[in-house]
């Protein structure tokens, strides 16, 4: 294990934003991961951990230790005639754990292909996509109390599962560090093909025999063709949530905007965020070096040499008119450091 000063963390996120950290150190073990807490703790120093970088927006310099997990291992440890149980290390590629379920004809996360990100990130957001949500398919993860020094597992009731949320991301928020998550997996595939953008395209790949990596491979394509690719323009994907209004505020919306797309869910209806933004006239708006995705309203962009605070600002901006045209309040998916 070895702690850097003052490295750039452009190469580290997908914004692509240039902020240096004052300490840096990558970690591969749960002993380098107590390593480097204890190193913190003995020069006073504040911590901030790093997946793969993909939901973070970097408004500021860091003056802390930034602990990037790169726990890896993929192990198999049970198996059923339906089911298998698998433990990921936190630091894997969330995509290509994707793909090596659909290798293995283990199935439940085929409608969760190409989200960025890492395998640790996936319960603190509770990751979700295509009538799919990482809860589905979670047994429970390890994590280390950084009070204690102690690894503990959390089953599902226990991490408090929310649209996008998790108990990791408000009362437990940086008590724990997640490094290895639990998945069980079928081998008896359920389809999720609700989502009719999922069924045109198998269609127009005439697709007639279902299987998981038929569907993985139409979200992926769906994906490509909406969301820019990180690699050539800096972006952390969806940028807000998509709201939930109740039914009456939805009906008085409707009669005013009677094309406003949304579906039910046990809250109320849910709005497409997106759209809301589009219809405020966000979309394919530049500012400078940053801006909003011209394809996806969603999706905000660094041109390049983009600064973190513009975007923050642009972020606002959007909110508040989403507010005076539509009076929906638009939550960010992505963390401001």
Partial sequence: MKIQENISLQPYNTFG???????????????????????AKRNELKTIFLGGGSNILLTEDLDAL??????????????????????VGAGENWHEWVLYTIQNDWAGIENLSLIPG???????????????????VFHSLKALNRSTGEVETFDAEQCEFGYRESVFKHKLKDA?????????????????????????????????????KAISDAVIAIRQSKLPDPKKIGNAGSFFKNPTIDLEFFEKLKSEFPEIPAYPVPEGMKLAAGWLIEKAGWKGKRIGNIGVHDKQALVLVNHGN?????????????????????GVELHPEVNFL
């Fill in 17 to 39: 934003i240039d902020k240096k950290a004052r300490f840096f150190v990558i970690v591969s073990s749960i002993s380098d991961l107590k390593e480097a807490l204890a190193y």
């Fill in 66 to 87: 930034i602990i990037k997990i790169e726990i890896k291992g993929i192990e198999l440890l049970k198996e059923t005639e339906d089911h298998v149980l698998v433990e």
């Fill in 118 to 136: 890492t395998v640790g990130a996936s319960p603190m957001q509770n990751i979700g996509a295509y009538g799919v949500e990482l809860k589905d």
């Fill in 176 to 212: 724990y560090v997640i490094c290895y998550v639990k998945f069980q997996l079928s081998k008896k595939p359920v389809f999720h093909t609700e989502y009719g953008i999922i069924r045109n395209v198998l269609a127009e790949k005439g697709v007639r025999d279902l299987s998981i």
């Fill in 306 to 326: 983009g600064d973190g605070k513009a975007i923050a600002e642009l972020s606002k901006e959007i909110r508040d008119s989403v507010r005076e045209k539509f």
